[in-house]
């Protein structure tokens, strides 16, 4: 059975920092595309960061230069380094694991539960 367990939301100043995580089981992170999107009530879910097998990454026009997706220091892991944070990235950030062709054809097949990130003005 496949669980991706997200961590590392919480509440930050404008301008602060986040690191989010997210745990696999049931599947390797290294043979799929992850990703990580976000959510606003209301809102489409959007793509915020990618990363592939061979570490390839794409971003969000949104995000560029502020986020940035890794592996995790821990095994089969991946993670999203949030800064400068403004305001508009609060939203409940989740991770989704995918396959298909990168990068414009991944279907995201796995999803864990969300961790709400909020940023005060």
């Known amino acids: 059975q496949v669980q991706l367990v997200e961590s590392g939301g919480g509440l930050v100043q404008a301008g602060g920092s986040l690191r989010l995580s997210c745990a696999a089981s049931?599947?390797?992170?290294?043979?799929?595309?992850m990703g990580w999107f976000r959510q606003v009530p209301g809102e489409q879910r959007e793509l915020v960061a990618t990363?592939?097998?061979?570490?390839?990454?794409k971003y969000a026009d949104a995000v560029k230069g502020r986020f940035t997706i890794s592996r995790g220091n821990a095994e089969n892991t991946v993670d999203l380094r949030l800064t400068s944070l403004k305001p508009e990235d609060t939203a409940v950030y989740y991770c989704?694991?995918?396959?298909?062709?990168?990068?414009?054809?991944?279907?995201?097949?796995?999803w864990g539960q969300g961790t709400q990130v909020t940023v005060s003005s």
């Open positions: 989704a694991a995918g396959t298909g062709f990168w990068p414009g054809g991944i279907r995201y097949d796995y």
């Open positions: 049931g599947l390797t992170v290294r043979t799929y595309t």
């Open positions: 990363i592939t097998g061979s570490s390839l990454s």
